[in-house]
């Protein structure tokens, strides 16, 4: 018994030594020591495109500090020597492991592939999981230096911005682990949300599409909407349709709190390739104009089906897109892969098989309520 | 320990023991001696309230001694000194029946009893002695208990005398069951220690174990029951209490009859229960008295409380100074901004706050009650309000702090959470050394050593050691009384269930 | 209470005992060891679970031949004194080694992801006294140390479904695409995770239910089967295969990505909170070193020895030798431990069958 006693004893008497020693001359730093970079942004350099121009966001705690953010901006033929650059300009050590979002203008990502700098980040064992990708129109130091009205902070408004919220499901929230997925994955093409600054706010206006780490086009919302229920989003905004009616109408009704399912099937066929797609979104009909009573189960009927034909339409067409552009945001290869035994070859899916791929899309549509209003 | 103790200390410790042996032989020739008047008066020379009486009745010589200070005047002057007067020859008993008589050669025996309140009666001319017990020194009446309060249950508690304390407990079980076993402490103070036990419930082990271990001390005297406690350990090294003490007789009766062993102490309000687990010490009998659902939740809160102290301040440290990442962008604002003037590193901050609290506690509880809570307001609106707005401590720290302190009041036993306060500074430190694995590392030593430790031969941690997994039942969570029907493995009682299985 | 008594571990501490044993650094990094059997890697946690089954099967029955003494000295008695010696020898150096090997592993972690700034003498020092506090409790000690360590951690596989909330489960089929090649390399690149289990030749005399003791020894491994399957389909799941290639410690990626109101990025807490699972392997490699020197000594179990064993760790961790040698000498460790688990209680066994021995 008394032995052990001893050794705690003795644990507590070496801690304590050995505490003096373990420092090696360098202040131990807290918090506000740290330059903790909040946002980085890239872009090229306008005049040399092999120059990359980095600029970097830090927050200023002190209570009596004019500008909340601290922005630098370096330009340097290295992305990850140009962080270091920065380490130089300011008074703290510069630290990473507060970063939240990562933006890239469009620019940068339609002309060079950008796998390369965000391997660099994803190896950082200081970088985290959760920081959000985003892609900007025109430089992102337009958008970090912005002057946003009530939003102080610019990091903290990014970052709540880019954040998962229901509202803004049409778009992906693409961390940089999903990214590096997506990319290295051989079945499936990262997405990204596009932002612009539009008159003191930023506004995600688009969803930028990948192939691999190279950015081929946009979607607008709605696209992004159907891309998002195929691509199995549990829960989807509100998505408004232009029905056909008997009667020749186009009355307008719109689907609210849509919780959706999906399920991607495909033949395994690769010489005649065929892909079902189910959908099934049930959610609450609002402002429907038209002549049927949704009260009735039969009348109700006619309206989702309705419904249903548009989303078939619509998602057809955006597959159709898809399929010129070459890119799978979807993963509809994912259900060839997982049926075909043997090496999977991205590239032969991508120029070989998708273009020929044919699509079905069954759409269920159920109107769980109709509002408070008769 | 006490081998090395023992080593350093040596040279002193031998001369002093040669020289301390000598004075008891002196002492001891007195043993066995003849009873003779000198050699009582000499004994209780300039001991003031030692009164000697002498009487004549019937040709009878009568020498009455006793100490005026612990004896009932009353008592003396009605069972004693009236009946005295009726006696005829030497039949002394016929008139005081429950007078012992002494043999002529007991003289340290005769001092004995003197000392402990008999008065002696000397007949001087047939030649006989005889002892009554006159014992009635003050008692403070029985009152609430002022560090166990409790809404709902009893209110008494236990007061400085053994009898009282005894009688307490004989009230609330009686059965011929209920054995009491006695032995004096202290080779000056000699101090009655009884232990209580229900003989067809309690552990045989335990028992034999209190007792010898009751037995083995040697000592000049006892203060209380918590130094007491402190001899009987089976870790004395260890951070943690290990005995119970409770100064009320619910709580005590609660665990009698969970099969476990009481020592009670002359002088001392404070009743020893033993064994004791871990989780005992965090639990309440008002745990009992109040609906089971509301019993539970605050159970859990206790619980929850014991790792809220040991961690919260020191995870603030190590969250700050090493881990920052940890921070979701909203806290991580907030503290940045309270922290911005702050001169010193995380670890320094936080511990000078928690030394104020330590102070702040210390001097109320030493001051008077009304100057007490007024050192209380003083120290936390002021000192708090005032060290934020010079900026030396960050708000959300004091915010903090007092979260810790306050869960560190938490369990029921005083000296646990004494405990817990002190192991928080061992967390603290080895934050600000280490981060999170200097917190964990002593995490871990924590628990192994918790894991570690017995009280009186059962492992301390028992529900998370498992002696029996229905601990869990009653120990830490609290059914509803009606399912309440076993007795802990901690106590490993002969009777295990409280009642009979199977009836409705 | 069971002070004196030889007998001490009850079946559930030889659960923990072997379960905790096993889990250890190699469990950190082992989807990213095995990543060559790409999609199907969760498949070789339950591979190396049957090897070790058929691998405890002539340990327990050597074991049962001899209920009441450790592999130390049935090897003096079935091979000879001198050459039994010889082996205990390097069974003493084989469990010191890999101590110093899981110490240095787990520190130089903790370096890169948490404390980058601190030395590593101050990490090394606490973490090994420690240690020698455990081993002055002996094995219940160590047991105990086993049954915390699991309850300490068990719960960060609620974590995992971070990881699985993305329905990408399709990732995992078809099964057997990889060949049988890179299977099999993955499966010994991976067997060094499943090292442990051959701690129950020491410890077996001290277990109280020796009949039942198999059983309980098998529940141990197939819990720690269990674990690691269920990580490494995590993984799959979670991870392109790019990524596990890549990502040096896939369990601590995926607490990077834990994200709560109050708290985010858990990777820290959960590299501290291996100090439990660090503690329970050596703390358990060192008292069978321990045993190993008090067999050699006086038969009579001293603090004097369990100080030396500690000593030696630390002699080999601060050793002046370059990374490369260093490493060189932890695989050749390694392979010492494939094969001695390998022969020696099959060749033990059979001696004994040999010699007519009886079993005691």
Known sequence: MSRRNIMIIKYLILLSLLSGCGTDGIQQASIENYGLVGIVGYDLETSDNNQYKVTVALPQSHPEAEELTQVFTVIDKEPYEAMLEIARKTEKALDFSQLRVILFSEDLVREKGILGIME????????????????????????????????????????????????????????????????????????????????????????????????????????????????????????????????????????????????????????????????KLDGMAMSYTGEQNLEEANSR?????????????????????????????????????????????????????????????????????????? | MRSIYEKWMKKTLEVRNQNDIKENQKVDQKRNEKITIEAIENEFRYVSDFIKMEMEVND?????????????????????????????????????????????????????????????????NSRKIYKVDTYGPPE??????????????????????????????????????????????????????????????????????????????????????????????????????????????????????????????DNSPEVIICPTTFVNMFNSTEDYYARWTVANMIRMIRFAGFFITILLTSTYVSVLTFHPEMLPPHLLNLLSQSRSQVPFPPVIEVLGIELVIEVLREAGARMPTKVGSTIGIVGGIVIGTAAVEAGLVSNILIVIVAVSALASFLPSSFEMSSAIRFIRYFFIVSAGFLGMYGQFLVLAWLLIHLTNMTSLGTPYFTPVIPRKWTDYLKDVFRLPYFLLNVRTGASRAKKFLTRPYGDD | MDKGKMEKLNNYHVLFLIQNVMISMNFIRLPHVIHESGRDMWLIPIAMGVIVQLLLIPMLMLCGRFPNETLFSINRKLVGKYLGTFINLLLILYMVISVTSIVDDFIEVIQTIALGRVNKTLLFIPLLLLTLYILSGGIKTVARTCVLAFFMTV???????????????????????????????????????????????????????????????????WLTVFIYTLVCLACVVYFSEWQIGNIRYPILSILRAVEFSFIERIESLGLSLWIFLILSTISAYLWVAKRGITDLSSGKSQSWQAYLVVMLVTIIFFLPIDRVTRETLYEWNRYFAFSFILILPTFLLITNLFRGGKPS
């Open chain 1, 120 to 279: 660099r980040l994803y190896r950082d064992p200081n970088i985290g999981a959760n920081v959000y990708i985003g892609v900007t129109k025109g430089p992102p130091e337009e958008v970090i230096k912005g002057d946003y009205k009530d939003k102080p902070q610019i990091i903290l408004y990014l970052h709540d911005l880019m954040e998962p919220h229901l509202e803004a499901t049409f778009r992906p929230f693409t961390t940089i682990h999903d990214f590096i997925y997506e990319a290295t994955d051989r079945t499936s093409d990262p997405k990204v949300p596009y932002l612009e600054k539009i008159e003191g706010t930023i506004d995600i206006s688009h969803v930028a599409l990948f192939e691999n780490d190279k950015m081929v086009d946009l979607l607008k919302p709605d696209e992004g909407k159907y891309m998002q229920a195929m691509a199995r989003a549990k829960r989807l905004p509100s998505i408004g349709f232009n029905i056909q009616e008997k009667s020749g109408d186009e009355p307008y009704v719109a689907l609210d709190l849509i919780n959706s399912r999906s399920k991607i099937k495909s033949n395994g066929d690769l010489e005649n390739p065929m892909v079902n797609i189910r959908l």
């Open chain 2, 60 to 124: 009878e010589r009568i020498l009455i001694f006793y100490l005026e200070s612990i004896i009932d005047a009353s008592i003396l002057q009605r069972h004693l000194l009236v009946p005295l007067h009726r006696i005829t020859n030497d039949a002394i008993l016929e008139v005081i029946p429950n007078a012992e008589s002494i043999e002529w050669d007991q003289l340290s025996s005769l001092i004995n009893d003197v000392i402990n309140g008999n008065t002696i009666i000397l007949l001087q």
């Open chain 3, 155 to 221: 719960w960060m596989i609620y974590f995992l479904n971070w990881t699985f909330e993305p329905a990408k489960f399709t990732s995992v089929i078809p099964l057997f695409e990889v060949g049988a090649k890179p299977f099999f390399h993955s499966l010994f690149l991976g067997f060094e995770s499943m090292l442990g289990f051959e701690l129950v030749l020491f410890f077996f005399p001290f277990i109280i239910n020796k009949k039942e003791s198999f059983k309980y020894v098998t529940g141990g491994v």
């Open chain 1, 301 to 374: 009927k006619i309206v989702e089906d309705a419904i249903g034909k548009r989303v078939e339409e619509e998602c057809l067409k955006l597959i159709k897109k898809l399929q010129e552009l070459k890119v799978d945001p979807v993963r509809f290869s994912e259900s060839f892969r997982s049926r075909v035994s043997g090496d999977w070859s991205e590239d032969e899916w991508r120029n070989v098989i998708y273009p020929k791929v044919t699509f079905e899309v069954e759409a269920t549509i159920e109107i769980t309520s109709t509002g408070i209003l008769e």
């Open chain 2, 140 to 265: 403070r009446a029985i009152s609430s208990s002022d560090t166990e309060t409790n809404m709902l249950g009893p209110k008494d508690a236990f007061t400085e005398s053994l009898q009282t304390n005894v009688s307490l407990i004989k009230r609330r079980i009686k059965s011929s069951k209920l054995k009491t076993k006695s032995s004096v402490i202290g080779k000056e103070a000699r101090t009655n220690v009884s232990f209580m036990y229900l003989e067809d419930i309690a552990n045989e082990e335990n028992i034999n174990q209190v007792e010898k271990r009751l037995n083995d001390i040697e000592i000049d005297g006892v203060l209380s029951t918590s130094i007491l406690k402190q001899m009987i350990e089976d870790q004395p090294l260890s951070l943690f209490p290990v005995y119970l003490s409770t100064e009320k007789p619910d709580v005590a009766m609660s665990h009698l009859l969970d099969g476990r062993i009481a020592i009670m102490m």
